[in-house]
């Protein structure tokens, strides 16, 4: 029969980490023979994989959460991260404020993605070709959620998105040496080729679709796609919120003080 106290320590369990008055292990590691030894990247891997990535693994993983860093004020995130900052709240509520604008449509693009890409994988798995299966996973896809595919095309950034391509590279290489598949970055492409092909023009592969490629080959989840991003854009929403405060500002909003909304009378007026 358990007692109060079996049933207060049982409350919270976890394999992450183990903590006793003067002992730390995150997943079997003792702390002390990490800090020094171990990358940031390889910290990630650990703590949301429960083993230790090699160090190609972890130069792949790093590559990626150093391209999603940031994308300029005009990103949802920055800017919400931003105007936060003039309205005199703490750094911590400024990245809560940016992160947490990391949504469906702005941030969760690479989880949508990966799923698109883990989708077709099924299908060759099933016996199909590359090309037949990326078509009948692109109108399932458009069939949920639509027309526009998740990790293809950009609103800036046209034919090309420049950090695609370095990526893309990387994977490449990474798959010449072992490290990777390379599956998943052919199914990237095949998308990439299918979908401009449907259009009549290229389509930019963007940040989203590459980096879902790299979470892919690595072998990590399509949801944390999305956490893996949102580490990565954290980085940046750090660095533009402090930069505002540095700057000042009070209670800047969205637009300067002499452009207002235009104003719009309902129906029922």
């Known amino acids: 029969m358990s007692t109060d106290a079996d049933l207060v320590q049982n409350w919270w369990q976890t394999s992450i980490i183990d903590m006793a008055p003067g002992k730390i292990a995150f997943r079997g590691h003792p702390i002390e023979d990490l800090i020094g030894n171990i990358s940031f990247a390889q910290m990630i891997w650990l703590m949301t994989r429960g083993d230790m990535p090699t160090p190609d693994q972890a130069a792949l993983l790093e590559c990626a959460l150093v391209a999603g860093v940031d994308h300029g004020p005009q990103a949802p995130s920055i800017a919400a991260a931003r105007m936060a900052a003039t309205c005199g709240v703490g750094l ?137 991003f949102c580490l990565s854009r954290s980085v940046g929403v750090l660095a533009h919120g402090w930069e505002q405060m540095q700057q000042g500002g009070r209670n800047k909003g969205p637009m300067p003080p002499q452009f207002l909304p235009t104003y719009r009378s309902s129906e029922n007026e």
């Open 92 to 228: 911590n509520n400024v990245m809560a404020t940016g992160v947490n604008m990391l949504g469906d449509v702005h941030g969760g693009a690479g989880e949508q993605c990966a799923e698109l890409y883990l989708d077709i994988a099924a299908r060759m798995d099933a016996g199909e070709l590359l090309e037949p299966a990326t078509r009948a996973g692109l109108e399932a896809w458009r069939e949920t959620h639509g027309k526009i595919v998740s990790g293809f095309g950009h609103r800036f950034h046209k034919p090309v998105d420049p950090r695609a391509p370095r990526l893309m590279e990387i994977v490449r290489n990474a798959a010449e040496a072992g490290t990777v598949t390379g599956r998943f970055a052919k199914i990237g492409e095949a998308i990439q080729n299918e979908i401009g092909h449907q259009r009549g023009q290229p389509i930019a592969m963007n940040i989203d679709g590459a980096t879902a490629v790299i979470f892919c080959e690595l072998g990590f989840p399509a949801p944390l796609s999305r956490g893996l």
